[in-house]
T-cell receptor
Framework: NAGVMQNPRHLVRRRGQEARLRCSPM?????VYWYRQLPEEGLKFMVY????????ESGMPKERFSAEFPKEGPSILRIQQVVRGDSAAYFC????????????FGDGTRLSIL | GQQLNQSPQSMFIQEGEDVSMNCTSS?????WLWYKQDPGEGPVLLIA?????ELTSNGRLTAQFGITRKDSFLNISASIPSDVGIYFC?????????????FGKGITLSVRP
C-alpha cells in the first residue's frame, strides 16, 4: 500500500464528538475515494472527489458526514456527533486521471466510538 | 443497488493445492478487479481486468473477466502460506474517467502447511 497515506491509523472518540480522517493520495493521483468497512464485510463506497470537487457522494449519509479534497493538502472525511454505529474501518483510495487506472488503497483508519 | 456475490465465505486448502474463487453479479460491470486484504491493512490490488473474456496472469494468480460481464474468477496455483488472507472481487462501471468500486463480501482463505 505504498503511496496512499492515511492518518491516524486508529482513532477513538466518545459519542457526540467529531472525527476527522485524513488521506494523502499517491503522488500524481488526482482522484480520491472513501470507503467504509464493517467487520466481516466488503468495502462500501461513500464518496468520490477530485481536487476541490465532490463528484459522487451517493454512498455518504446525508447527515453528520462530509468530505473535502482541497487544492492544497489531504482529503478529509469528517464525521460530526459520532454515534456507536460509526465504528468501522475507513479506507481511502486514489487513482490517476487516466482511464483504466485502478484504485490503490491506504491502510485505513480504525474508528472506535466509546 | 448492485451487489457482488462471493461464496463460500471461507476456504481451507493444503499448501501446494490450487484454489479457484468466483464472483458473480446481477448486473454488468465494465471492469473487474481482485484485491487481497491482510489483517489491519488495506486491500492490495492483485489483478485488474478491462475487457470481457480477458484472461490475465500475475505470477501464480490468474483471473478472467466473464463474457457476460456479470462474473469473474480468480485462480491461485500452488498455494503457499502467505496466500492466507481475504480475497475481494470488485466491479466498476466507468462513466467518464473513473467511478466507484462495488465490492463482494470477500472469501477468507486459510492454507494448511
Amino acid at each position: 500500500n505504498a503511496g496512499v497515506m492515511q492518518n491516524p491509523r486508529h482513532l477513538v472518540r466518545r459519542r457526540g464528538q467529531e472525527a476527522r480522517l485524513r488521506c494523502s493520495p499517491m503522488k500524481g493521483h488526482s482522484h480520491v475515494y472513501w470507503y467504509r468497512q464493517l467487520p466481516e464485510e466488503g468495502l462500501k463506497f461513500m464518496v468520490y472527489l477530485q481536487k476541490e470537487n465532490i463528484i459522487d457522494e451517493s454512498g455518504m449519509p446525508k447527515e453528520r458526514f462530509s468530505a473535502e479534497f482541497p487544492k492544497e493538502g489531504p482529503s478529509i472525511l469528517r464525521i460530526q456527533q459520532v454515534v456507536r454505529g460509526d465504528s468501522a474501518a475507513y479506507f481511502c483510495a486514489s487513482s490517476p486521471l487516466a482511464v483504466n487506472q485502478p484504485q490503490h488503497f491506504g491502510d485505513g483508519t480504525r474508528l472506535s466510538i466509546l | 443497488g448492485q451487489q457482488l456475490n462471493q461464496s463460500p465465505q471461507s476456504m481451507f486448502i493444503q499448501e501446494g493445492e490450487d484454489v479457484s474463487m468466483n464472483c458473480t453479479s446481477s448486473s454488468i460491470f465494465n471492469t473487474w478487479l481482485w484485491y487481497k486484504q491482510d489483517p489491519g491493512e488495506g486491500p492490495v490490488l492483485l489483478i485488474a481486468l478491462y475487457k470481457a473474456g480477458e484472461l490475465t496472469s500475475n505470477g501464480r494468480l490468474t483471473a478472467q473477466f466473464g463474457i457476460t460481464r456479470k462474473d469473474s474468477f480468480l485462480n491461485i496455483s500452488a498455494s503457499i502460506p502467505s496466500d492466507v488472507g481475504i480475497y475481494f472481487c470488485a466491479g466498476q462501471l466507468l462513466f467518464g474517467a473513473n467511478s466507484k468500486l462495488t465490492f463482494g463480501k470477500g472469501i477468507t482463505l486459510s492454507v494448511r502447511p
